[in-house]
């Protein structure tokens, strides 16, 4: 299915110049977790509610000072698509264009929305991440900001202090950064942005400054920001049932609880990613300029490539795509090729290019020079537990049909 059916074309856009502060109140005001930034008329990329959060900058700074770029989609691709792109992206909105115009945006809790109904095929155990970081309650706000940043996650579910069974809450990076900002503002009478870094509590003085007081509020214990009435889900619960906790809690992840015992977590980004999965279970590749390759084949492509990626295990190879062009020089009869791999996965999409005579020899190289960048920006992440591909046909009989 395309995404025509998903696409907001009534969309709001803020310029480059944008004070931060009007940025804040307009997340207020829409309710919204991501607004497109525009630079003299041209899309330039978005800004999160987290980044306005998470930053210094002063109220009166530009929106273009935390801007960050995002893939763009035509209207004409697949929903599948469209969540590969927000994972490779991280974001959570990607913009429409038509030739060099941005004609909407999909979001995607409306991506999420429209494929509920067919969520139903795979549970919670599918994509649930069993190892889950929690804290207790006690847990101080500082302690919880740095587990956030070490491990790199955004959601700590609260469990009892010493051997107590069940969760008792759930805490989230924007929940701290808000609860930080809001209490900045409230004690200081000015603007927590122009001294006060709220991701990390840092200092960096400033108008209306108290000293010790970012200390104070980093040593609360997290019991006074979590949130306690969380949906929780059971690992037989289907993801259209997952789906709909979340959407009636106003959540972006819901807890797995399997009687008394926390069993893991599973995200919207989750969600996402299992509309990437394919149908065989295996990485699927994509191959422009196939009459090219005389030595090697589509499965030893995707073999070769998941060998060299599954040293990373904590990254996921969502899909590849090789492409071969060819040269006018030859060597022993065979024929000079650039490869380029490009490479989509939930770190970010890596792409290099080799050349070689003979397509075995260029794309030996482009994969060399892809794990490279790889290993270069190598972060930690959970894996996921592979669906069952009866289950996976179904839904993509539906995703990707027209």
Do not use: C
Request: aromatic share 6%; proline share 3%.
């Amino acid at each position: 299915m395309k995404i025509t059916d998903v696409i907001d074309e009534e969309f709001e856009t803020f310029d480059g110049s944008t004070p931060v502060s009007k940025l804040r109140s307009a997340f207020e005001r829409t309710n919204r977790k991501t607004l497109p930034i525009l630079v003299d008329g041209e899309f330039e990329g978005i800004v999160t509610r987290r980044d306005v959060l998470s930053s210094h900058q002063q109220s009166d700074r530009k929106a273009r000072s935390l801007v960050r770029p995002v893939p763009t989609i035509d209207r004409h691709e697949e929903l599948r698509e469209a969540a590969r792109l927000m994972i490779a992206g991280d974001t959570r909105l990607l913009p429409v264009v038509e030739g060099e115009t941005v004609v909407g945006v999909v979001r995607a809790d409306d991506l999420l929305e429209h494929v509920q109904p067919y969520l139903s095929v795979l549970t919670a155990s599918d994509v649930l991440s069993a190892e889950v970081v929690s804290v207790e309650p006690g847990t101080s706000l500082g302690r919880a900001l740095a587990t956030f940043r070490e491990e790199r996650i955004e959601h700590l579910p609260v469990v009892p202090a010493g051997n107590g069974a069940g969760v008792v809450g759930i805490l989230s990076l924007h929940d701290v950064l808000e609860f930080v900002t809001r209490e900045l503002t409230r004690s200081q009478g000015g603007d927590p942005e122009a001294h006060m870094d709220a991701s990390t509590g840092g200092h960096h003085g400033g108008f209306g400054a108290r000293e010790g007081e970012s200390a104070d509020l980093l040593e609360l214990p997290v019991r006074n920001v979590m949130v306690e009435s969380l949906g929780t889900s059971a690992p037989d619960d289907d993801l259209e049932e997952v789906l709909s906790t979340m959407f009636e809690f106003d959540a972006s992840s819901s807890v797995i609880v399997e009687g008394d015992e926390l069993a893991g977590i599973v995200t919207k980004t989750d969600l996402l990613e299992s509309l990437t999965w394919s149908e065989e279970g295996r990485l699927p590749v994509q191959v422009f300029g196939i009459d090219l390759m005389a030595e090697l084949s589509r499965e030893e492509l995707a073999e070769r490539i998941e060998d060299a990626t599954r040293k990373y295990r904590d990254m996921r190879v969502l899909e590849a795509k090789v492409h071969f062009q060819e040269h006018d020089e030859t060597f022993r009869g065979m024929s000079q090729l650039l490869a380029r791999v490009r490479l989509y996965t939930d770190k970010g999409t890596f792409v290099a290019s080799g050349e070689g005579y003979g397509d075995r020899h260029a794309f030996s190289l482009a994969l060399n020079a892809v794990e490279r960048q790889i290993l270069e920006g190598k972060t930690y992440d959970r894996s996921k537990k592979p669906a069952d591909g009866d289950e996976l046909a179904k839904l993509y009989g539906w995703v990707i049909s027209d």
